[in-house]
C-alpha cells in the first residue's frame, strides 16, 4: 500500500527566503505526482505535476523535482511571500491502473512579513 | 466555468440522521472522486468513477457510506446512520481523461459536523 510522508509538517519562515518542502513515497511504481496548495477553508489547487518520465517543473517560483527511484520529491519556493502562506499537499498517483491519488498530510506553511 | 460544485458547504447533523452530499463535476470531465480529509488521517480516497461507473469503492469505511452517480453531472455521498466519526470535511474533484498528465479539479467541499 503506497504510503506519503511530508516533511516538515510546519514551517514558519521570513519572507524572502527560499525553501524546500519534502515529500517521500514507498512505492515507486507510480503514474505521477503532484503539488496541491491548500488555503484554509478552501479546495485544493493543482500546482505542478510531475509525470514518471519526468525529472521537474517549473511554474514561477515554484520548482518541484521528482526522484522516482529513490521515492522523493522536493517543491522549492524561491523569494517566499506572504501569500504563500498556505498547507503544501504532495499526492501520488499509482500505478496497477488505479487513478486516485494517495496524499500526505502535507506542511502548513507561514512567510512572516 | 464554474469549477467543481458541492453542496451543502456545511452541514451540521445529529448522530443517527442521514446526511447526503453533493457533487457536480466539471462540464466534460468523466472521472469523479470523493476524498474526506481528518486531522488524524489527512486526505483519503472514498471512492471514485469512471463514465458514471463505480470503479473504486474500496476506501468507503463502512456500509453506512454509499455514492452513486446516476448522469455525468451529478454524484452523491449518502451515511445513513452517521456517527460523530464521521466528521471531516469531504472533498469531491473531477478530471477528463486517464492521462497521466491529467490533475484532478477539488471542489470547495463540505464540512460535515456528526453531533
Known amino acids: 500500500k503506497q504510503e506519503v510522508t511530508q516533511i516538515p509538517a510546519a514551517l514558519s519562515v521570513p519572507e524572502g527566503e527560499n525553501l524546500v518542502l519534502n515529500c517521500s513515497f514507498t512505492?515507486?511504481?507510480?503514474?505521477?505526482l503532484q503539488w496541491f496548495r491548500q488555503d484554509p477553508g478552501k479546495g485544493l489547487t493543482s500546482l505542478l505535476l510531475?509525470?514518471?518520465?519526468?525529472r521537474e517543473q517549473t511554474s514561477g517560483r515554484l520548482n518541484a523535482s521528482l526522484d522516482k527511484s529513490s521515492g522523493r520529491s522536493t517543491l522549492y519556493i524561491a523569494a517566499s511571500q506572504p501569500g504563500d502562506s498556505a498547507t503544501y499537499l504532495c499526492?501520488?498517483?499509482?500505478?496497477?491502473?488505479?487513478?486516485?491519488?494517495?496524499f500526505g498530510k502535507g506542511t502548513h506553511l507561514i512567510i512572516q512579513p | 466555468d464554474a469549477g467543481v460544485i458541492q453542496s451543502p458547504r456545511h452541514e451540521v447533523t445529529e448522530m443517527g440522521q442521514e446526511v447526503t452530499l453533493r457533487c457536480k463535476p466539471i462540464?466534460?470531465?468523466?472521472?469523479l472522486f470523493w476524498y474526506r480529509q481528518t486531522m488524524m488521517r489527512g486526505l483519503e480516497l472514498l471512492i471514485y468513477f469512471n463514465n458514471n461507473v463505480p470503479i473504486d469503492d474500496s476506501g468507503m469505511p463502512e456500509d453506512r457510506f454509499s455514492a452513486k452517480m446516476p448522469n455525468a453531472s451529478f454524484s452523491t455521498l449518502k451515511i445513513q446512520p452517521s456517527e460523530p466519526r464521521d466528521s471531516a470535511v469531504y472533498f469531491c474533484?473531477?478530471?477528463?481523461?486517464?492521462?497521466?498528465?491529467?490533475?484532478?479539479?477539488f471542489g470547495p467541499g463540505t464540512r460535515l459536523l456528526v453531533l
Open positions: 510531475i509525470q514518471s518520465s519526468q
Open positions: 499526492a501520488v498517483r499509482s500505478g496497477g491502473g488505479a487513478d486516485g491519488l494517495t
Open positions: 512505492d515507486s511504481a507510480i503514474y505521477n
Open positions: 462540464s466534460g470531465h468523466n472521472s
Open positions: 474533484a473531477s478530471k477528463t481523461g486517464t492521462s497521466v498528465a491529467e490533475t484532478q479539479y
